[in-house]
C-alpha cells in the first residue's frame, strides 16, 4: 500500500463544507483511493473510494488530483455527527487483500 | 442492510484463559480480517484469511491463532490471554477483486485482569 499523509486534526463550522485532504504521492496505478471514517468507540465506516475520476455518493464526494498524488475528501453540510477520525488509505491494488490505516484526521465539527 | 457481527461488544477475562473472539459476515465475502486498535497505535492487522481454511499472519500475530471453518465465520483465538491483549478488537471483511473497500464490524472491547 502507498504511504499517506494526513493533518493531524481540522475543526469544520456546523453546516459548512468539510474539505479533507490527502497526500499519497507514491500511489501507484493500480491503487484505489478509500475514504473511512470512525466515530468514537465503533468500527470504522466505509465512506468512498476511486481510482482516477472524481466520485460521489450519498455521503460525500472525492476529488483526486490528475496525477493522482493528492484527493480531497468533501463532506458538503457538515453535522455534529459528522465527528470522527477519517482515514484516506492508497491500497488494495493488484495481489494485496488488506488495507492498511494510518493514523487518520481528527475532524471536529462544532456548532 | 449488509452486515459484519461481532459476538461480544464488551468482553472482560483473566489472565491466562483461552479466548474466542467470534465474527460472522453475511455478504459472501472471500477476505476477512482481525485488527486490533490501541491508542496512538492506530490499526493494526493480527491475521486474515482470504478462503476458507486458509489464513496469513499480519503485522502481530504473536499470542493470537485463528480459525476459519466456514466462509462466513473467522474466529480470533487467544491461547493464553494475557493483560497485554487488553484492546479494541475489529473484524472485516471484503470482497475479492480489486474494487472492493472493507466493511467492519462494530467491535469488541476485550479487559484481560
Known amino acids: 500500500d502507498a504511504k499517506t499523509t494526513q493533518p493531524t486534526s481540522m475543526d469544520c463550522a456546523e453546516g459548512r463544507a468539510a474539505n479533507l485532504p490527502c497526500n499519497h504521492s507514491t500511489i501507484s496505478g493500480n491503487e484505489y483511493v478509500y475514504w473511512y471514517r470512525q466515530i468514537h468507540s465503533q468500527g470504522p465506516q466505509y465512506i468512498i473510494h476511486?481510482?482516477?475520476n472524481n466520485e460521489t455518493n450519498e455521503m460525500a464526494s472525492l476529488i483526486i488530483t490528475e496525477d493522482r498524488k493528492s484527493s480531497t475528501l468533501i463532506l458538503p453540510h457538515a453535522t455534529l455527527r459528522d465527528t470522527a477520525v477519517y482515514y484516506c488509505?492508497?491500497?488494495?491494488?493488484?495481489?494485496?487483500?488488506?488495507?492498511?490505516f494510518g493514523k487518520g484526521t481528527k475532524l471536529s465539527v462544532i456548532p | 442492510d449488509v452486515k459484519v457481527t461481532q459476538s461480544s461488544r464488551y468482553l472482560v477475562k483473566r489472565t491466562g484463559e483461552k479466548v474466542f473472539l467470534e465474527c460472522v459476515q453475511d455478504?459472501?465475502?472471500?477476505?476477512m480480517f482481525w485488527y486490533r486498535q490501541d491508542p496512538g497505535l492506530g490499526l493494526r492487522l493480527i491475521y486474515f484469511?482470504?478462503?476458507?481454511?486458509?489464513?496469513e499472519k499480519g503485522d502481530i500475530p504473536e499470542g493470537y491463532s485463528v480459525s476459519r471453518e466456514k466462509k462466513e465465520r473467522f474466529s480470533l483465538i487467544l491461547e493464553s490471554a494475557s493483560t497485554n491483549q487488553t484492546s479494541m478488537y475489529l473484524c472485516?471483511?471484503?470482497?475479492?477483486?480489486?474494487?472492493?473497500?472493507?466493511?467492519f464490524g462494530s467491535g469488541t472491547r476485550l479487559t484481560v485482569v
Open positions: 472485516a471483511s471484503r470482497a475479492g477483486g480489486m474494487d472492493y473497500g472493507y466493511t
Open positions: 455478504m459472501d465475502h472471500e477476505n
Open positions: 484469511s482470504y478462503d476458507v481454511k486458509m489464513k
Open positions: 476511486g481510482l482516477k
Open positions: 488509505i492508497a491500497g488494495a491494488g493488484a495481489g494485496s487483500y488488506q488495507l492498511t
